[in-house]
């Protein structure tokens, strides 16, 4: 039944629900960040989809469901891809620390390095581009020693 939607048709009733959902929740829209993301996510809203699945990232990684955490921050970059702006860069710094924190605790030294050295990299490719950018690295960097 769902497969016979036309795509457009099911990207326009995610959005819909997704919109309903969040607006329904209110202030409590980290308890169910995880549909929220997915939803905005099908309905091709990427910024409001990357929102929500850095707050699942965060909130699984806060509760030590780490593979979880990890899918979200990995569907999160994939979404941002090269950031083009300081807000896409934040929220991609704030994946690769979340990620990069969720490795530590699983033991992965490598990983774990290969991301905050990833997040002080973009980082810091950026402190050239203004004032708010060099905040932006000066707060991957310490967070990564965090």
Known sequence: MYAAIPPTRRAGLHGRIA???????????????ERLAFHWDQG??????????LMAGEKARRQ?????????????????GE???PEGMEMQLRALAGMGK??????????????????IELAWSWT???????????????????
Do not use: W
């Not at 919109?19 to 960040?33: D, F, M, S, T």
């Not at 091709?44 to 699945?53: M, N, P």
């Open 19 to 33: 919109k309903a959902l969040e607006e329904a929740a209110g202030a409590e829209r980290e308890q169910i960040c």
């Open 44 to 53: 091709g809203d990427r910024e409001k989809a990357v929102e929500f699945l």
């Open 64 to 80: 030590y469901v780490n593979e979880e955490a990890v899918r979200f921050f990995q569907r999160a970059l994939a979404l941002l």
């Open 83 to 85: 950031p083009s702006a």
């Open 102 to 119: 969720v490795h530590d605790v699983l033991g992965r030294p490598d990983e774990m390095e290969r991301c905050f050295r990833r997040a």
């Open 128 to 146: 050239g581009r203004g004032r708010r950018s060099h905040r932006c690295a000066s707060a991957a960097v310490s967070r990564s020693t965090a």
